[in-house]
Each structure stands twice: as C-alpha cells, then as structure tokens.
C-alpha cells in the first residue's frame, strides 16, 4: 500500500496589493543533481534515447513535437536541448527509470509559465547489458520557470513502478500543487493519473481581498484491487473551495473516488 499526501503552501508577491515585495524575480528551485543507480550507464541510455550525447555537458539535442505545443512556450519542430534530471531503480525488479526534461536550444527559457517538455524511459537489465524497455521522446508539459518537476518513483502493484511527477504553482495568491504518475505502457508511457493534490488562495483572501478564503488537499493511497498485480487508487478530497451558487462563496470539497487501472490509465469504478 503506498499512500501520496502533499500540502504546499507558497505566498507571492502581487503588485499594488498589501503583501510583501521582492525585488528579486522568483524562480523554481534547480533540479537537484542527478544520482545514477550503480552500474547504470547513462551515456549508453541518452545515445539510446536521443541519439547523441555530449558528456561533457551532460546533455543530448532533440526537437520538439510537431503537434499538442498549442499552449506552451515551444515551436512545432524546434530544436531542444534535452537533459537527465531523474533515474531510480525499482527495489522489486531492478528497472532503471529515467526522466529527462527538454528546453529550447536557443534563447532565454526561465519564465513562470515556460513548463519543460518530459521524457520518460525504463531500461531493463539483459546480460551484462542495458536494454530499452519503453520510453516516451519529450513531449509531456510539466514545470515551470523551465525546471523539471520534482521526481521520485511510485508503486502500484507488487512488481510495478512508475514516475511520479509534482510541482507547486503560485501566482495572484492562490497556490496549487499538481501531479501526474507516469508508468510504462505498450512500449511508450502513460499518464496513468494527473490532478491538483492541493490548492488554496492564502496569499490574497480574506477581510482584505475580494474573495473568501479556501484550502484543500487530496489524499492519494494505492492498495490491492481486483485487477491482478495492479493496485486501485483511492482519491480522498477535503476542504473548501470557492462557489459562486453558496451564500458565503465557499463550498465543501469531500469526497472519495475509486479508481482502477486499465489500459495504461486509473479510471473511474464503483466499490464493489
């Protein structure tokens, strides 16, 4: 049974309102450096990859996806810098999981809303060699200021793991943390499940600003379930929310959401 609880609470500074200024221009912390597992070869996995890898820097040279950049900072086709930021191997099976995230080649990449496009990819041992299991080029839209999210494996059966991803966005004092578990599915990668785990509107609510104040928070817990070696995934929800039909304009969020895995996705199943 694995149980996710994340509660993040960031205060911004808003021009013209009564909470404290910066001069300094916010900006996600940096990825933190990456641990390779033991025996590991990370040249031969972004050779594998991308075709090419500049060790000297640590990363390899893509392109963007021709479709899906609608609402993003990147161009259909344009030339990226593709960089390892995540690699863990499974206790269970010995997998080797690896996320990279890619950025622009050219110009300045560091605004708020400048997400990193993903790449995820698990590697098997065969031999005395590495072989590709599954992998997924570039192209999930996840982070900001053009950092990766933060990364850590997950389970979610006896012998299946996956990447979850997370991260916390602030802006106009309202603060969300997002996730999204990622897992390996028909040779490419899944968004098994994505949704905000936290939200509130601390930074600027109350007697002082024109909306009341709100806050919740998702449990996620993974147990056995009836699909054999994949868990359910229980979705808790509690706390308030903002409503236009209630009197006060808030409104509780409680409730529980069962959902079970099928075809690389956690969908939606009543308890039996």
Same mark, same amino acid.
Request: proline share 7%; aromatic share 12%; glycine share 10%.
């Given at each position: ?75 259909p086709g344009q030339k990226v810098t593709v960089k390892p930021f ?64 933060? &990364?850590?494996?997950?389970? +979610?059966?006896?012998?299946?793991? $996956? !990447?979850?991803? @997370?991260?916390?966005? =602030?802006?106009? #004092? ?9 897992? &390996?599915?028909?040779?490419? +990668?899944?968004?098994?499940?994505? $949704? !905000?785990?936290? @939200?509130?509107?601390? =930074?600027?609510? #109350? ?14 817990? +993974? ?15 509690? #706390? ?33």
């Open positions: 049974m694995r149980k996710h609880h994340l509660t993040v609470a960031l205060i911004f500074a808003i021009p013209g309102f009564a909470l404290a200024a910066s001069a300094a221009r916010p900006q996600a912390p940096a990825p933190a450096p990456l641990q390779v597992p033991a025996g590991f070869d990370i040249a031969f996995a972004m050779n594998a990859l991308y075709g090419n890898y500049d060790a000297a820097v640590g990363t390899s040279t893509s392109t963007a996806p021709a479709t899906g950049l609608e609402h993003t900072n990147f161009q995540f690699a863990a191997a499974s206790s269970t099976t010995g997998e080797v999981f690896l996320a990279t995230f890619a950025v622009p080649a050219n110009g300045e990449f560091d605004c708020h809303a400048c997400a990193p496009l993903i790449g995820a990819a698990v590697f098997v041992k065969s031999g005395d060699a590495w072989k590709l299991e599954a992998s997924e080029k570039p192209d999930i839209i996840f982070g900001q200021y053009g950092v990766p999210a933060a &990364a850590q494996l997950f389970q +979610f059966g006896p012998r299946h793991n $996956g !990447i979850e991803l @997370s991260y916390t966005y =602030g802006g106009q #004092g309202v603060t969300d943390t997002h996730v999204i578990f990622l897992v &390996a599915w028909k040779g490419g +990668f899944s968004q098994a499940w994505s $949704g !905000i785990v936290s @939200s509130d509107n601390s =930074g600027y609510c #109350g007697a002082q600003a024109p909306s009341p104040c709100y806050a919740y928070h998702v449990n996620l817990k +993974f147990e056995e379930g009836l699909v054999p070696g994949y868990d359910d995934l229980t979705v808790t929800t509690a #706390g308030t929310d903002l409503s236009s039909d209630s009197q006060n304009g808030i409104r509780s969020v409680i409730g529980v959401q069962h959902l079970r895995f099928s075809d690389g996705k956690y969908v939606p199943q009543p308890r039996p």
